[in-house]
């Protein structure tokens, strides 16, 4: 069934815990993490890349997510991550993303205010004023659709990061730009991370005591399950995920792929571990977040 982004989150912290959202590239993934989330009884979010949807097959797998979510047994959102082309986001929600994220991270301040609420008045003016925005203040290391960096090096965390979310602009740009969630800078990276992650969570705390608008934990693949536990406490509702999910889909592909050629060429067999794979990290991370 659809599921309105801010409600699931919403609702998911009045009991305690979060909604992970989860990078989809291709259809088999959102099958798998779709069940497991209708096997677990929970919500879930699918996440679609700009890159992705800049496509016109990127368009397509969109509206094929919006299907599949429409007739799941559980709330699903489709949500376009880390937007800022408007017109790559104008033709994502036609095609079936129901919330954006406006991504304006990487500008200063006030540009990144500018362009949230120029995207919000885009949609708006376009019809679509039910579809939910999310922003982003700080800036996170690394990219989301790769887990190295340029040169093949995991990211650092913590300190080292510049760009951590500054609590004290926190209040004003949550009201400046009308986001219903905002993605965090503490300490999280996009991609792996180099050595042991390190969160600020005396940050996190600090940015959650200076805004009732939930918050959203990118960069969440490698954060250890014990720390990624608590961070429902700290008004973070959604978490993302897409870096352990594609390792471990191409680790099973490296694995399975000669067994399965030798197989009589046998694709369904292998799309059936693949489809396992994702499985089974989608429903261990609903587990994980709704404990």
Same mark, same amino acid.
């Given at each position: 069934m659809r599921g309105k982004l801010d409600q699931m989150v919403s609702?998911?912290?009045?009991? &305690?815990?979060?909604?992970?959202?989860?990078?989809c590239y291709d259809f088999t993934t959102a099958l798998a993490v779709v069940g497991a989330a209708e096997e677990a009884g929970l919500g879930v979010i699918l996440l679609v890349a700009p890159k992705t949807a800049s496509t016109p097959n990127g368009l397509r797998l969109i509206a094929a997510l919006r299907g599949l979510a429409d007739h799941a047994s559980i709330p699903v959102s489709v949500q376009l991550d880390h937007a800022s082309d408007l017109k790559v986001i104008l033709e994502s929600v036609t095609a079936g993303a129901d919330a954006v994220l406006a991504d304006g991270s990487s500008l200063p301040y006030e540009d990144n205010i500018a362009l949230v609420r120029e995207i919000r008045a885009a949609l708006d003016t376009? &019809?679509?004023?039910?579809?939910?925005?999310?922003?982003?203040? &700080? %800036?996170?290391? %690394?990219d989301e659709d790769k887990a190295f960096g340029a040169e093949g090096s995991a990211h650092d965390a913590g300190t080292s990061v510049a760009g951590l979310t500054n609590p004290a602009q926190v209040a004003d740009f949550v009201e400046r730009t009308g986001a219903q969630l905002l993605a965090v800078a503490v300490g999280n990276v996009h991609g792996k991370y180099k050595g042991e992650p390190n969160i600020r969570w005396d940050v996190l705390q600090e940015v959650a005591a200076q805004t009732e608008v939930p918050l959203v934990l990118h960069g969440a693949s490698g954060i250890p399950a014990d720390q990624l536990a608590k961070a429902p406490s700290m008004n973070v509702g959604k978490v993302n995920f897409n870096t352990e999910l594609r390792t471990g889909i191409l680790s099973t592909l490296e694995a399975e792929t000669a067994?399965?050629?030798?197989? %009589?060429?046998?694709?369904? %067999?292998l799309l059936a571990r693949w489809n396992g794979s994702a499985a089974t990290f989608a429903g261990a991370t609903l587990?994980?977040?709704s404990a």
């Open positions: 609702s998911a912290l009045n009991s &305690g815990s979060a909604v992970p959202a989860f990078t376009q &019809g679509a004023t039910d579809v939910v925005i999310e922003a982003e203040l &700080g %800036g996170l290391a %690394g067994a399965h050629r030798a197989d %009589g060429e046998n694709l369904q %067999g587990e994980l977040l």
